[in-house]
């Protein structure tokens, strides 16, 4: 596992924005060197170099290091009564209000307590602050903001282990993973008991296709915390993506084995098996999550492995299915911003599927969702900007090329406006398609190499627009590529890794 998101895995600040929401969570053996010497109501010590959490109760201080140190080693659900207590004894403790949000097994509940933290910021440390600030700015869609804010954080604090993982975590959201590997080795060089710098430059270092590095980062991850679950579910993830699906699931069990509600280590096996083509062991994986689920974020988890599963396996209504019971979950809650989420999951399954004007109600049914809801003007802007994407996409399945063409510049217009790289790159993958559409296979290749090729369907796309020029090598090449993408159940892999594997 890699590092903690709420279930915006799933909801509307990933299917959306595609902006990276950061955590300032990261385990800290020896709270001395941390943050455990802060007296009640201290702000940050400038002699210390770190950043100093601010409250007005050593109760909530205790209870705020307790579920931060349970955070930290990946177990999420486990710190969020600890939390919850720390804000009980002191409700205006900023920064576990940003530390509860990050921990929030629900968009709402997330929202909740990150608008609580961002009105308490102005009474916390600078550092605090702008830990808060950057979050707000990340879920907002705003990564000039969060990059500014982030740097500014590392520059007041550059001996703080924290600051360097929360900025190395912005530049992975960015897929700058060169800049990531350099804060996260640095936080090693700070803390070097700092344990979850390793797991996430062992995860750099994976994307960067560096796995004989990588492994030595979990293995050092596997020695810091050597009773923990998640060292081990990260390493059974980096063989994962090697296609050693065998050990990558005798990793996943190990994990389970220490803690069997570690929920990940079950979508991981799914995974293996689902890539093994053992479909139905796969379902049987994913559904050991849901009795087992503390959470409707781990309901949720399982319900979207299940979605993409029967994705993969061509069965478009039980996807449609699955969706309407994570829909049903979020009803349950009036968890807006996952209602939102589910609406964007419904329109692509039905948009891959070909159900053009199905997909479109679904999409505009997400839009209606988070336009009539109490979320950020920015959030409601940038869910307005990406429903030009969704009517790009539709128009092309239609094959309306100008109504495509219109559309698409839209949005490449209000994505170089809000200077969001994810944004900018999902512009280019827009007039790669179209490229593509009209066989201009050579200014297909031109965009589609500036998109998000951490985006399986993209290196697929790449596969289709160099077997459309007659470049046989490199239509093989990607399309390999994409077919051995192995990832976590992902559904823009769900939507082409047959497709890639018989093309390859």
């Known amino acids: 596992m890699k590092f903690e998101k709420p279930t915006l895995l799933f909801l509307i ?10 955590t300032s969570c990261a385990h800290v053996d020896d709270h001395k060197t941390a943050s455990a010497a802060a007296e009640p109501g201290a702000v940050a010590d400038p002699s210390s170099g770190k950043i100093l959490n601010t409250t007005a109760s050593e109760e909530a201080r205790k209870e705020f ?10 177990l ?5 009564q600890h939390y919850d207590k720390a804000i009980s004894f002191d409700p205006n403790f900023a920064l576990a209000h940003l530390n509860r949000a990050n921990a929030s097994p629900t968009a709402k509940e997330f929202f909740d307590h990150l608008k609580k933290a961002v009105s308490l910021s102005d009474k916390a440390s600078e550092g605090e602050r702008l830990l808060i600030l950057g979050t707000e700015a ?33 530049y992975f959201g960015q897929q700058d993973f060169d ?50 679950p998640n060292p081990y579910d990260s390493l059974a993830e980096l063989f994962l993506k090697m296609g050693k699906f065998d050990d990558a699931i005798t990793q996943y069990r190990k994990a389970l084995a220490i803690d069997p509600n570690f929920f990940n280590s079950h979508l991981g096996i799914g995974a293996a ?34 979605t993409v599963l029967a994705v993969d396996s061509g069965k478009t209504d039980q996807a449609l299915a699955e969706v309407d019971k994570q829909y049903a979950l979020g009803e349950k809650t009036r968890d807006v911003p996952s209602l939102a989420g589910d609406l964007q999951l419904k329109g ?38 990406f429903q030009h994407y969704n009517l790009t996409r539709i128009a092309l399945g239609k094959k309306d090329l100008a109504t495509a063409k219109t559309e698409s510049e839209e949005f490449r217009k209000g994505a170089e406006a809000s200077k969001n790289p994810a944004l900018v790159k999902q512009a280019h993958e827009l007039a790669g398609l179209i490229a593509l559409e009209e066989k201009n296979y050579d200014q297909a290749i031109a965009e589609l190499k500036q998109t998000n090729l951490q985006n399986p369907q993209n290196l697929y796309r790449l596969a289709q627009a160099y077997q459309g020029k007659g470049d046989a090598q490199q239509a093989k090449e990607f399309s390999a590529k994409a077919a051995v993408f192995y990832s976590l159940p992902q559904l ?13």
């Open 13 to 22: 600040l990933v299917s959306l924005l595609g902006a990276a929401v950061l």
């Open 65 to 74: 290091l307790q579920g931060r140190d349970l955070a930290e080693r990946l």
């Open 348 to 385: 692509n399954v039905l948009l891959e599927a070909g159900k053009y004007d199905e997909a479109k109600q679904a999409f505009e049914g997400g839009l209606k969702t988070t336009l009539d809801s109490n979320l950020s003007q920015e959030i409601k802007d940038n869910t307005k900007l």
């Open 76 to 80: 999420i659900t486990d710190s969020i």
């Open 138 to 170: 990340g879920a907002n869609g705003n990564a000039a903001k969060q990059k500014e804010t982030l740097e500014k954080l590392v520059a007041a604090y550059p001996n703080d282990e924290r600051a360097r993982f929360t900025l190395g975590g912005y």
């Open 179 to 228: 800049s990531a590997i350099l804060h996260y080795k640095k936080a090693t060089e700070l803390a070097p008991k700092y344990s979850p710098a390793y797991n996430i430059l062992g995860y750099a270092l994976r994307q960067k296709e560096n796995y004989a590095d990588a492994e030595q980062a979990f293995k050092k991850y596997i020695e810091l915390i050597p009773n923990d």
């Open 273 to 306: 098996l689902m890539y093994q083509g053992k479909a139905d062991e796969a379902a049987v994986e994913f559904n050991k999550i849901t009795p087992k689920a503390r959470t409707d974020g781990e309901r949720r988890a399982a319900l979207f492995a299940l």
């Open 492 to 504: 823009n892999y769900a939507f082409i890794r047959n497709k890639a594997a018989k093309q390859a």
